[in-house]
């Protein structure tokens, strides 16, 4: 999984991200660069249309209506009824050069794969901002997940060129 949050675990608000911080969003692109994506029908709504299907990645997107599937295929994504079928649809498309697959959110998705034990890793980039949202990160329960790292150091922070302060974490499940 991978995600940003504020530390009061916001992710979203109002259909997209309360904050602007590009160093995530590039960090983001790298880390899945090549991997397939799955993300639930809101998220992909919240891509502007000129990033969708984010580009190198095959994205898989779930939604439970069969209207809004073929909407989904008609705009370039791969459609799928279920988070299973849409990680078998994703493991179709895994490859030694993308051994992994990211599921990217949002709440509802992040909160069943956690709840499902689907995800063994989760990359958690903390944005240091108390913007209010209406959509929340899953919990990691420290009796089943360690970070793993943190790319700045634990406690460290990175500054954006927005001003907003930032740092990448790493999770497994244990
Ligand atoms: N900060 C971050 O890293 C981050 C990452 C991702 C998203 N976000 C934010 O999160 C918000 C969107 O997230 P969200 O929680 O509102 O929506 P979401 O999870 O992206 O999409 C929810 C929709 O996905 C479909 N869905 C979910 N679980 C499903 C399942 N098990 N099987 C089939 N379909 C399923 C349903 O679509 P239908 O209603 O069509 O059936 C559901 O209404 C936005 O604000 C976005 O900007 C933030």
Known sequence: MIWAQTPERVIGADGGMPWHVPEDLAYFK???AGCPVVMGRRTWESLPERFRPLPGRVNIVVTRSAEQRGRLAGEGAVPAESL???LDEAREHVNDASSLIWIMGGGGVYAEAVERDLADLASVT???T???GDTYAPELHPSQWVMAGSAQGEGSWDTSESGTRYRFETYRRV
Request: hydrophobic content about 40%; charged content about 35%.
């Open 126 to 128: 903390i944005i240091d």
């Open 30 to 32: 790298s880390i899945t």
């Open 130 to 132: 108390d913007a209010p």
């Open 84 to 86: 299973e079928e849409a």
